[in-house]
């Protein structure tokens, strides 16, 4: 079984574990993964190529164009690499209407192989040509789809597809790098952590705002980059709580350390117009390292939480405040919710789980299983 994978979110370290965990779990699966030497964030910056699980497949540089644009990103040499590895399965981490997926298919059709695209779009986007008619041709062409949530696999059959469809996370946790401290940490000072990109609609400033009517010692830490970091840093001015807060960049490769640090996660998404949040990684991530976590009722939150964290309307200062101030004068609560979201990241999230429906929607795809028992690879 030979796959080639073309993942622009793979040149992120702690991705790559899902990849050693395939050809791990595949020992007839012969695995290229093409990513690009940088890809450019417009909230994050440069994201350059993190070599850290590179075990049992190939992790192979390959040229992009418009690093950084979302729909007209392509690889130049996207053809000649198809034409060199001959695989049997094209996996196109891509969204439909993004010029890198119709490339990828319309060279994998020309060499026979198979195709599916990758989607965590949840919101019934219309796009203009020519980005709509590359979506159409997308959703008429493609072997399979792989949707990181059941409100993206809703969109997209809303939309139209009416080819195989499976809910698979795009990436999941390693329970050995995310894992608890190996004791309680001894502190009086409650420290809450964000971690995400600082734009608006991930909800800092909300945050902050709840913050402000928190009284106690307690401490934020901020771990990420993006436009809105000025602003956030004259809010907490503003609000005389810039002494409780702190900033912080952090590669991949260090989130276990950061999130051994909190006593919370907070993840305070908000909804727009062309944007809600699709699952929200680091809430998996957090919950694996025994950390509970405070989420808004964005998009995907409620249902990658479940009732193993708290959940507040988006938005909301007041019950903002009050979930951080209950987990702050609760610890016994917080020790709970620690373990049984630990639990629920062992039981859902972890990169073998992933790795395992994944290699069981190629092997469907490919014809090597034929009994429609036992995976969550459907059709309308």
Not at 327 to 347: H, I, K, V, Y
Request: proline share 7%; charged share 25%; aromatic share 8%.
């Amino acid at each position: 079984m030979r796959v080639l994978m073309i993942s622009k979110a793979c040149v992120v370290g702690t991705y790559q574990r899902k990849l050693e965990e395939m050809a791990r779990q595949a020992p007839d699966l012969t695995l290229c993964v093409l990513v690009p030497p940088v890809w450019r964030d417009a909230a994050r910056g440069a994201l350059r190529l993190e070599r850290a699980h590179v075990r049992g497949y190939e992790l192979r540089v390959t040229p992009i164009r418009f690093s950084g644009n979302f729909h007209l990103h392509h690889y130049p040499r996207l053809g000649r690499e198809l034409r060199d590895f001959q695989p049997d399965l094209v996996h196109i981490d891509e969204e439909p209407y993004n010029l890198a997926t119709w490339q990828a298919l319309w060279h994998a059709r020309r060499i026979g192989a198979r195709a599916l695209f990758f989607t965590w779009q949840n919101i019934a986007r219309r796009y203009p040509p020519p980005f709509s008619w590359g979506e159409r041709w997308v959703l008429r062409q493609a072997d399979c789809a792989i949707a990181g949530t059941q409100g993206a696999a809703e969109v997209w059959r809303a939309k139209g597809y009416r080819g195989p469809l499976a809910v698979i996370p795009q990436f999941g946790v390693d329970p050995d790098l995310f894992a608890p401290l190996p004791a309680p940490r001894s502190s009086d000072e409650f420290v809450i952590g964000f971690a995400g990109r600082l734009v608006e609609e991930k909800g800092g400033a909300w945050l902050l705002e709840a913050l402000a009517g928190l009284d106690g010692r307690w401490r934020l830490i901020i771990a990420g980059e993006g436009p809105q970091r000025p602003a956030l840093i004259a809010q907490a001015e503003r609000l005389g709580i810039a002494g409780q807060v702190t900033f912080e960049t952090r590669a991949s490769t260090e989130m276990p350390a950061f999130y051994r640090q909190l006593d919370a996660l907070a993840v305070p998404s908000l909804t727009r117009p062309n944007w809600k949040e699709q699952f929200g990684r680091v809430i998996v991530e957090a919950m694996a390292c025994g950390v509970p976590v405070v989420g808004s009722s964005s998009g995907a939150i409620p249902d990658v939480i479940g009732e193993d964290g708290l959940i507040v309307p988006e938005g909301d200062v007041q019950a903002l405040t009050a979930a951080l101030r209950r987990l702050m004068t609760a610890p016994d609560l917080r020790r709970e919710l620690g373990q049984r979201g630990r639990a629920r990241a062992l039981a859902r999230y972890t990169q073998a789980q992933v790795a395992a429906q994944t290699l069981t929607v190629y092997r469907r795809v490919l014809g090597q299983i034929t009994d429609p028992e036992g995976d969550r690879l459907s059709a309308p």
